[in-house]
């Protein structure tokens, strides 16, 4: 089945530590994308990428770092210089212009924990 | 600047009545409007998207939409609510396919048996 596989599922750090969420997706999708969500905040949009070895930044890059070294993988790096990392991660992707038409496919989400 | 709004936190509704969710955009030119469906610690979940066309859209598990562009909405509708609805709805907007797609806050939709 195709699909997008997030892991780890839950995810518990200590303060000042640097995490890495796993995104990987057997879609052949061109695009992928982080976003986080919040209660009462809806999606927002970390990074995004739409090609191998290219990569921009979204609405909330700040404290975060990704790559893109393989079409099928685009780990997220929450660092300690983001402030406030507690959250549920949702990595995405998509087919990618000109075919495009929008529509995201989802993992099942990473919930990041710092206590 | 795009944006979307979902005006209610919360929609209530007992099972077998019909059930409506709200969706209010601002785009320039024209809109691709989608809603997307999340189960609790669950990735969102396509469900029926609006590009061209008809203005009702149907998707998946009986829901629809309208697009209604005089008012700058897309509601999303079903005219029978299970209980298995009961979860949270997103919309979203992009200006058309090169933009990146802005998400609501989220409507909690809690049906009743």
């Known amino acids: 089945d195709g699909g997008i596989t997030q892991s780890p599922k839950y995810l518990f750090r200590k303060e000042g530590q640097n995490v890495t969420l796993s995104c990987e997706q057997n879609?052949?999708?061109?695009?992928m994308y982080w976003y986080r969500q919040d209660p009462g905040q809806g999606l927002r949009l970390i990074y995004y990428?739409?090609?191998?070895?290219?990569?921009q930044k979204g609405d909330i890059a700040e404290g975060y770092s990704v790559s893109r070294e393989k079409k099928e993988s685009f780990p997220l790096t929450v660092t300690s210089a983001q402030k406030n990392p507690t959250a549920f991660y949702l990595c995405?992707?998509?087919?990618?212009?000109?075919?495009?038409?929008?529509?995201?496919?989802f993992g099942e989400g990473s919930r990041l924990t710092v206590l | 600047a795009q944006s979307v709004a979902q005006p209610e936190d919360q929609v209530n509704v007992a099972e077998g009545n019909p059930l409506t969710v709200k969706c209010t955009y601002s785009v320039s030119g024209n809109p691709y409007l989608f809603w997307y469906v999340q189960y609790p610690n669950r990735g969102l979940q396509f469900l029926l998207k609006y590009i061209t066309g008809d203005n009702l859209v149907k998707g998946s598990y009986g829901f629809e939409a309208e697009f209604n562009k005089s008012q700058t909405s897309f509601h999303l509708k079903k005219p029978s609510a299970l209980v298995s609805d009961s979860a949270l709805y997103f919309c979203a907007v992009k200006r058309g396919n090169t933009d990146k797609l802005i998400f609501g806050t989220g409507t909690r939709l809690q049906v009743f048996p």
């Open positions: 879609l052949n999708h061109d695009a």
């Open positions: 995405a992707s998509s087919i990618d212009l000109p075919r495009d038409t929008g529509e995201l496919f």
């Open positions: 990428s739409q090609i191998v070895n290219d990569f």
